[in-house]
T-cell receptor, first 115, second 111 residues
Framework: DSGVTQTPKHLITATGQRVTLRCSPRSGDLSVYWYQQSLDQGLQFLIQYYNGEERAKGNILERFSAQQFPDLHSELNLSSLELGDSALYFC??????????????FGPGTRLTVL | TQLLEQSPQFLSIQEGENLTVYCNSSSVFSSLQWYRQEPGEGPVLLVTVVTGGEVKKLKRLTFQFGDARKDSSLHITAAQTGDTGLYLCAGAGAAGNKLTFGGGTRVLVKP
């Protein structure tokens, strides 16, 4: 158990809908990262938050957004869902940000299926 | 854009045999992490290497970071069925933020 929790475990929805994925980092970790894992693209970095502020952005679509709250939990919002958004979404957390030795610990993931 | 290539993509061996997984890039990484992932679960961190030429051992697993910090290898000695899984290498850039993942090596250890 990495200490990172994600809910829900599974999510099935229809095209055009909007969903929210939730992540609680390990105790003491200030940085949260979101990744998407699909069969054809592998694990892709989406976005990072550090202590409530956006720190780095990757291949995140404009239909997707995220935020980190004062209690450090984070939510990833996916809207106008398309079939191609079906994937595993992982949250990871680390103690700091912007340092060389910055190990990231991953949650169990949310499997999103768009029908 | 930093890219990491892992080889081989798939490896099937008998219990007791040795195996090596390679992770290569044309880019320099500030650190490199190895993860193992089971189906439907999140990647589990195995080790982080930071210094060029660094070698770390974790029981039967030996990890090496290339001198130029562009490549890494994972060697498993006397593989066991419990070593079966997807092995992922991931490199961190200078800012130490996002991880760039390799495509993964699926290892199957047969009894």
């Amino acid at each position: 158990d990495s200490g990172v929790t994600q809910t829900p475990k599974h999510l099935i929805t229809a095209t055009g809908q909007r969903v929210t994925l939730r992540c609680s980092p390990r105790s003491g970790d200030l940085s949260v990262y979101w990744y998407q894992q699909s069969l054809d693209q592998g694990l892709q970095f989406l976005i990072q938050y550090y202590n409530g502020e956006e720190r780095a952005k990757g291949n995140i679509l404009e239909r997707f957004s995220a935020q980190q709250f004062p209690d450090l939990h984070s939510e990833l919002n996916l809207s106008s869902l398309e079939l191609g958004d079906s994937a595993l979404y992982f949250c990871a957390s680390s103690r700091l940000a912007g340092v060389t030795y910055n190990e990231q610990f991953f949650g169990p993931g949310t499997r999103l299926t768009v029908l | 854009t930093q890219l990491l290539e892992q080889s081989p993509q798939f490896l099937s061996i008998q219990e007791g045999e040795n195996l090596t997984v390679y992770c290569n890039s044309s880019s320099v990484f500030s650190s490199l992490q190895w993860y193992r992932q089971e189906p439907g679960e999140g990647p589990v961190l195995l080790v982080t290497v930071v210094t060029g030429g660094e070698v770390k051992k974790l029981k039967r697993l030996t990890f090496q970071f290339g001198d130029a910090r562009k490549d890494s290898s994972l060697h498993i000695t006397a593989a066991q069925t419990g070593d079966t899984g997807l092995y992922l290498c991931a490199g961190a850039g200078a800012a130490g933020n996002k991880l760039t993942f390799g495509g993964g090596t699926r290892v199957l250890v047969k009894p």
